[in-house]
């Protein structure tokens, strides 16, 4: 027979595995929140260089 004492400890251990479970969703929802982010930057930065870097070909105009 489970005696109150046992059943308070065991309720004790499942809600710090509740916690690891919480924060762990929390933390990695962060990461991916920060990743994509910096991604997005990044991606714009790429594109931002790749048109002020484009050449420029004079045209028979410009002779």
Request: contains cysteine; glycine residues 4%.
């Amino acid at each position: 027979m489970m005696t109150p004492e046992t059943r308070c400890k065991i309720e004790a251990i499942a809600d710090g595995g509740n916690f690891i479970v919480d924060s762990s969703k929390l933390t990695g929802l962060c990461f991916f929140t920060i990743v994509a982010f910096l991604k997005a930057q990044n991606e714009e930065s790429v594109k931002y260089i790749q048109r002020s870097t484009q050449l420029q070909f004079p045209t028979p105009s410009d002779f």
